[in-house]
């Protein structure tokens, strides 16, 4: 029997989730490395040293945040729908007669469509979320001109930049949820 996990060939579909979520991302990226610099260079706000840097606080709490809800949010977006693939869309394989062949890959070209708007969902909510987070540590930078809010804003900026898309990664997140939904399915997961 083949192996009915492995995505076909690199299509434009998939090619084009690649080029606009690197286009996405790396706007998001531009956009955090532009407000970073302009509050370290063009921005020159008084600072009062006996104030507590509150807002440093509140944005270093807040890229904690971002970090954890980047870890966990996704997997609970894509296991959600992973869950409602299964429940609505047909099985991609079977004891399908040659007739029923055609229909099987349309089904399977559906079932790649819906994992590539998941991927690209997950994806962009990730990186909003990191680059919220870049965004109220420059805020509190500007404001109260603590280095750690440099330091962590860039920390998040390179791990933003890890989001930029790949042809083999998002082929190998395909093929993966590809496995999962077919387990699913083999389990009667329709819950």
Known sequence: MPDDTRVPLWDDDLRTTVLNLRIIVGALIAGCLIFLGIAAFAVDFPVDADRPAVLTWVGLAVAAWAVLAR???????????RKRIVREAPPTQGDA?????????RDRERLIQDLAAVYRTQTIASAAVLEGAAFMLTVSYMIERSPVCVGVALALIVVLAAHLPTRAGVVRWMERQLRLIEEERQLGWRA
């Open 71 to 81: 870890l966990v949010v996704p997997r609970f977006m894509v296991a959600a729908a």
């Open 97 to 105: 007669v040659q007739d029923e062949g055609r229909e099987a890959d």
